[in-house]
């Protein structure tokens, strides 16, 4: 290192940088005869590539336990699926309440699959949730449309009509299903007047359209039954009349007395998708926003007495080099708050507890050092040849540790779900980091601050 002053520099640059992101929105006001001057630092969002790419930093994510809301873990029902499939039914009952989760407009959602013994579940993390009982009807509904027409021997009797909406057993499966729909809207009808209620217009993809021409065309003038997850009555029954005979050619729409919200929460489940097994709730948990803060408030406060005295217990032990590592343990925390905001990070309590850990971790990587510095004195080396050589012979057992670490970190993150997943997520991110605030940022400051000792090591 030819010129640690230079290199001093720019770690300090780094610092700033990190601060500025780490920053929540701070406004500056200061108005006077002299000065008037109304701006903010901290809490930046960023739109690059034309938009393409969003860089938040207003902000650390904060997860289900922090900012609050409802966890909902859901069993998968395997018992009409070939096991050879089961993984990937799984995943694609996953990617459809993903995309039900994000219709609802829910930040920063947590979906999960995980495999316990013979029961297959998805996890589900609904941070900022109000509304629970609304969400979990709409991520564990089935949401299959089947189309029935009257079995032939029953016959069609404009008198029944009632009759045949409260029986099930009087209806036969078409060839057609939720699974030809491209999308579903809701409308409403603007040629019945005011109070109309609202309808549900269906989007068929092409060979779903033909196949419901085909339908149509072999019962004009009888009705067609709507179900919803096999439910005991049809959500609409609407007659097909002979304008039909030629085929479907728009979007038709099904009425049933919805509510706008019953409607719209059926609509967002066509248009998402089917799930393709049934699940259910097998457990529900729902966190306060007020607990969460009461929890983060507890963990700052237990951080900072912690981090105060690893950083007394430095300066006690190693004197001016114990100051040299608590100058390197605040740039270290810097920067790792500041990559939990650029990745971004979702922070939770394990996570906070994570991060912790790590700044535990880069500490020990300078007491590691420092002590094979006294040794190296101990036996007799000047402070110069010591100070290289307590850094190149305590380098194999950093590495060694942190990789350990580092393993750890990847089986819990790849293994583990939820929680355990953003514990092993901040660890890793903060012994990353702190290998490199041990080994380069102590060298660089020990280099400026014992510069005729040093020598440049």
Request: proline share 4%; no cysteine.
């Amino acid at each position: 290192m030819r010129n640690p002053k230079f290199t001093l520099g720019l770690i300090f640059g780094l610092a700033i940088v990190s601060l500025l992101i780490d920053l929540p929105k701070v406004p500056i006001t200061i108005k006077n005869k002299f000065i008037n001057v109304d701006t903010r630092v901290g809490g930046y969002f960023f739109n690059l590539f034309d938009g393409r790419v969003r860089l938040d930093l207003s902000e650390i994510k904060k997860g289900l336990d922090i900012k609050g809301g409802v966890k909902v873990v859901l069993k998968a029902d395997m018992s009409k699926i070939e096991e050879k499939d089961r993984d990937s039914a799984l995943e694609s009952a996953k990617a459809v309440i993903s995309r039900r989760v994000d219709l609802l407009g829910v930040s920063e959602p947590v979906i999960q699959t995980s495999k316990v013994g013979s029961d297959y579940r998805i996890i589900v993390e609904l941070s900022g949730v109000s509304d629970v009982s609304e969400a979990l009807s709409q991520i564990g509904q089935t949401a299959q449309l089947t189309f029935k027409k009257l079995k032939e021997d029953v016959g069609y009797d404009p008198n029944k009509f009632n009759e045949y909406f409260v029986s099930k057993d009087v209806w036969e499966d078409t060839s057609v299903t939720g699974g030809d729909l491209k999308g579903a809207d809701v409308v409403f009808d603007q040629n019945s007047g005011t109070g109309a209620g609202p309808q549900i217009r269906l989007k068929f993809t092409n060979e779903g359209r033909d196949k419901f021409s085909e339908v149509a065309k072999a019962n004009i003038n009888k009705p067609i039954a709507i179900f919803l997850d096999e439910g005991s009555t049809p959500i609409s029954m609407p007659l097909v009349n002979s304008d039909l005979a030629g085929g479907l050619t728009s979007d038709p729409v099904i009425t049933g007395n919805f509510t706008v919200e019953e409607a719209n929460r059926l609509s967002i489940s066509l248009r998402a998708g089917a799930l393709p097994v049934p699940v259910e709730v097998i457990e529900q948990r729902t966190v306060g926003a007020t607990l969460g803060q009461e929890s983060v408030r507890r963990s700052i406060i237990a951080g900072v007495v912690g981090i105060l005295i690893v950083a007394l217990f430095m300066v006690v032990s190693y004197g001016k080099l114990g100051f040299i590592a608590d100058l390197a343990l605040v740039i270290y925390t810097l920067l790792v708050i500041s990559v939990f905001k650029i990745v971004p990070v979702v922070m939770t309590l394990p996570g906070i507890a994570g991060f912790i850990l790590s700044i535990g971790m880069a500490v020990d990587a300078n007491i590691l050092i420092f002590e094979r510095i006294r040794e190296e004195i101990e036996w007799g080396k000047p402070f110069n040849l010591a100070l290289k050589l307590g850094f190149e012979r305590a380098w194999p057992s950093i590495k060694d540790s942190n990789f350990a670490s580092f393993l750890t970190s990847a089986v819990l993150f790849h293994f583990g779900t939820g929680m355990v997943r953003g514990f092993a997520l901040t660890l890793a991110i903060g012994v990353a980091v702190s290998m490199f605030t041990a080994v380069f940022i102590t060298r660089t400051l020990i280099n400026v601050f014992y510069e005729e000792k040093a020598r440049h090591i």
